[in-house]
């Protein structure tokens, strides 16, 4: 089992910047593939951006490529999420995922754990 920890979420300007953490726990002897996800309020969970267990691979949304970069520090067991010129348009409640699954993975269906995800809040 696996659990994971959101943080640095908060409340930004538009055009500033944010870094989420996701701190992993539990069956940290292996590696795993890591997603972020995000829902807004009345909308459905949507991919943002994901990277392979040894962050040689990464994917993103078109929504937020170029802003956004995830990037992970295996050896603190921690996949971060740097959010720059962020939008009015980003706010939601950002989740960390992870999956045993080799490879990049837009799909939240492929992740087997998630954290209890994080508000972040951008505003005009």
């Known amino acids: 089992q696996v659990q994971l920890v959101e943080s640095g979420g908060g409340l930004v300007q538009a055009g500033g910047s944010l870094r989420l953490s996701c701190a992993a726990s539990g069956r940290t002897d292996s590696t795993f593939a890591s997603g972020w996800f995000r829902q807004a309020p009345g909308k459905e969970r949507e991919f943002v951006a994901s990277i392979n267990s040894i962050g040689s691979n990464t994917y993103y949304a078109d929504s937020v490529k170029g802003r956004f970069t995830i990037s992970r520090d295996n050896a603190k067991n921690t996949v971060y999420l740097q959010m720059n010129s962020l939008k009015p348009e980003d706010t939601a409640v950002y989740y960390c995922?992870?999956?045993?699954?080799?490879?990049?993975?837009?799909?939240?269906?492929?992740?087997?754990?998630w954290g209890q995800g994080t508000q972040v809040t951008v505003s005009s």
């Open positions: 995922s992870a999956t045993t699954r080799l490879g990049v993975w837009t799909i939240k269906e492929k992740y087997d754990w």
